[in-house]
């Protein structure tokens, strides 16, 4: 695990929110990505070093849509950056933590991506990601 390579927040209305977050970190969102796998569309900002990531539910089965129905918008997840995503996955099933994607799938921000599940880390959803070799776009 190199470092955080973002927290993602859950957020009902992503354009309201990407305004709130430009007055908060007074800097706009760098790009809008949609995840149709995750059932997302997501808005990215930098602040210095870290990166923030607004997600907004696509569809009711998203696990976006899920969780602020149950627990409202907030804090989501933290992401780790990761050199090698498959060594990490196996050697974090070895050490006990549930891993909900044993195979990475591909994210936002040309990463791969695979996540922990919160009962397994302390009540935290953890995302792993990879930078998709050859793409310098987010360094
Ligand atoms: C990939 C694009 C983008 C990127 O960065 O590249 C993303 O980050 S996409 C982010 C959205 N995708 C995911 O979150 C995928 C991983 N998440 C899941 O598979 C599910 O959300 C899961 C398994 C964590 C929970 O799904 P489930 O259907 O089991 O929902 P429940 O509401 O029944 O939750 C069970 C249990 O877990 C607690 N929970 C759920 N979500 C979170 C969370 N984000 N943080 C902490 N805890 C969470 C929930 O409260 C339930 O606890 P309980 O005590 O049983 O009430
Ligand atoms: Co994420």
């Known amino acids: ?38 059932g ?14 607004l997600l907004e539910a696509t569809d009711a089965n998203s696990p976006i849509a899920k969780f602020i129905d149950k627990k409202g918008e907030g804090v989501h997840h933290i992401a780790f950056e990761v050199d090698d995503i498959e060594a990490e996955i196996k050697r974090l099933g070895e050490e006990g933590f549930i891993v909900l994607n044993n195979t990475p799938k591909l994210g936002a921000d040309n990463k ?28």
């Open 112 to 139: 791969l991506v695979a996540f922990l599940h919160p009962k397994s880390t302390n009540g935290v959803l953890i995302e792993l990601c990879q930078e998709v070799k050859g793409t310098e776009e987010t360094k």
């Open 40 to 53: 997302v569309k997501t808005s990215f900002f930098k602040s210095g070093p870290n990166k923030i990531e």
């Open 1 to 38: 695990m190199n470092k955080i390579e973002h927290v993602g927040i859950a957020v009902k209305d992503l354009e309201a929110s990407n305004l709130l977050f430009k007055k908060l970190l007074g800097v706009a969102h760098y790009k809008t990505e949609e995840v149709a796998s995750e």
